[in-house]
């Protein structure tokens, strides 16, 4: 049984990396801005994880019998299986990320709705995740306006309860089941959260280490190139000042010397300069 885990991961490991080749591999081979390809990575991390993540949760649902979240827990994967193949065929970042973050944010609602107005960890997890999807790949006043979608929500629940007006509530909805299963709900979402947040922002840190080194290659470079062009010209100049020696020509020979005082001291100029940069 123990073997059983690794080989799991493995597998897992291995369908996810050759879905996102497929997938974004060619996308993110065109896009060179390097907080696109971050976006574009967080937005396929959250639909491929999610897709994982609801197919268990339908599972338990099938075993609570909820004819509701049976209904609506496919939609959202299509939904998010339509995301990929937007991304798929290049559509940009910021639409795609529209598209994911407002299905994975008004379907849960409905769910919640019918499901006794449940407002449960299962529920605020993913309306946040998605409000967070949405400001991070489509803009500040986006995010702004699912907020308030979310919140008006919120308040109609309030009212409903507090008046006690009767919706339909799912077959198969049961408060005693919901409490049993909010651990592993929870412990789901939780990996969730950590697997896609987290590595967005681990994508980010490496990209711009990575842009960060490219730029000290280069700086290195040009260094080496401008260093390289100072010191053949003092090689010249010495070689001259050789031959001026040989010859008794003295002010030939003080030429060569400031030539070399001075191409030395710009290159100790030069280096100054680098490393105040």
Not at 6 to 27: C, D, F, H, Q, R
Not at 78 to 92: E, F, N, Q, T
Not at 110 to 133: A, C, E, H, R
Not at 139 to 149: D, E, K, R, V, Y
């Amino acid at each position: 049984m123990a073997k059983l885990f690794p080989k799991g991961w493995l597998l897992i490991k291995s369908i996810y990396l050759n879905t996102e080749k497929a997938v974004i591999g060619s996308m993110l081979l065109h896009t060179e801005n390097s907080y696109e390809q971050a976006k574009i990575k967080l937005i396929f991390d959250y639909a491929f994880f999610y897709i994982m993540l609801l197919l268990s949760f339908l599972f338990v649902n099938m075993l609570s019998q909820n004819t509701v979240n049976i209904i609506i827990i496919p939609v959202i994967i299509l939904d998010l299986a339509v995301c990929l193949l937007l991304l798929k065929k290049g559509i940009s970042a910021k639409t795609v990320g529209l598209f994911a973050s407002l299905s994975t944010l008004i379907l849960p609602i409905f769910s919640s709705l019918l499901n006794n107005q449940d407002l449960g960890p299962k529920y605020t997890l993913i309306w946040v995740m998605s409000i967070l999807v949405c400001y991070i790949t489509v803009n500040l006043f986006t995010a702004l306006i699912w907020s308030l979608i979310l919140c008006t929500y919120l308040i109609a629940v309030a009212w409903i309860k507090i008046n006690n007006v009767m919706i339909f509530v799912s077959p198969g909805y049961s408060s005693a089941f919901q409490y049993l299963a909010n651990p592993f709900t929870v412990g789901m979402y939780v990996l969730f959260f950590i697997r896609a947040l987290g590595q967005y922002y681990r994508n980010l840190i490496s990209m711009e280490q990575m842009r960060t080194a490219e730029k000290q290659k280069q700086h290195l470079s040009l260094i080496n190139q401008h260093l390289t062009k100072q010191f053949l010209l003092v090689k010249g100049f010495s070689a001259s000042g050789k031959t001026a020696v040989l010859k008794g020509e003295t002010e030939l020979l003080e030429s060569c010397f400031e030539e070399i005082e001075k191409h030395c001291g710009s290159a100790v100029d030069y280096l100054n300069d680098s490393q105040a940069k």
